[in-house]
């Protein structure tokens, strides 16, 4: 136990003395910022974080502010606070322009939004501010070497943005079931056709639309139900312009049979 103890101790005061307990009581700028880097050097971001923030304001004029900077907004970029890491690498890219490290610190305040975009489900207000940074970061450097990246940024972002899209336009027509309101779907999907022309989503899309008029129809009042068969005929005809092979096929050529079926008491 003796022999534990003083062991024990003898660790104690060896931490106790090394260079970076001793940076963080001294007021020796030039030794701190020698441990700072050190700790760098050796990942241990944490500590080289706790250590700067003791001594920033003093490095604002001098040298070695630019390169103690720019290792600090890395070192809250590898420990994932990329809030103050994207406002490190902004201030950095402002205060340093004509910095080499300049335009990569710009990239990575832009991507450091990205990072903290979330899950479709949820409110993409942080990927909306995300994509305008990146669009910043492109406007300024067209011909950057990050160009890739931030285009594939911008990509999955966007495809996010798209998912929500679609999954909002779906849900109305879920809902209807409940409201009755398929009039509502229907705008909503074809709101999605028109923003998203491109999107891997729009055969679904076109699905639910005629899902959503077929369900209309086949509910409405006399007085409006032979204008809304013909509507969900034509919104038929849509799905399968745009694919004969539609997943959604078989299901809808049932509905296409019923649809038949009820206008046919127009035409007798």
Known sequence: MNKFIYIL??????????PYQKAMKS?????????FTEQIEKKKYSKAIRLFEQFASALR?????????????????????YISAAY??????SSYPKSPLAEEAAFYGAECYSKVSPIYSLDQVDTDKALSKIQVFVNKYPNSTYLPKANEIVK??????????????????????????????????????????????????????????????????PSKKQERLNSA?????????????????????????AVEKELKQYTN
Do not use: H, W
């Not at 070695?64 to 994932?80: C, D, I, P, R, V």
């Not at 490190?88 to 890219?93: G, I, L, P, T, W």
């Open 27 to 35: 007021d020796d700028v030039e030794f701190k910022t020698k441990v």
């Open 156 to 221: 999955v972002l966007s495809e996010k943005l798209e998912l929500k899209a679609f999954e909002i336009a779906k849900q109305y027509n879920t809902i209807g079931e409940f409201t009755r309101d398929y009039n509502a779907a229907i705008i909503a999907l074809d709101n999605f056709v028109f923003n998203f022309p491109g999107s891997k989503y729009k055969e679904d899309a076109l699905f639910y639309k005629y899902d959503a008029m077929y369900k209309l129809a086949t509910n409405s009042i």
């Open 61 to 81: 004029a001098k040298p070695q502010g630019e390169a103690a900077f720019y290792s600090y907004a890395q070192a809250l970029y590898n420990t994932k606070q």
């Open 9 to 18: 101790l003898v660790i104690l005061s060896i931490s106790s003395c090394s």
């Open 233 to 257: 005929k034509t919104y038929y005809q849509n799905l399968v312009k745009f694919k004969a092979d539609t997943k959604y096929l078989e299901k809808s050529n049932k509905m296409l049979e």
């Open 88 to 93: 490190e690498f902004e201030r950095f890219s």
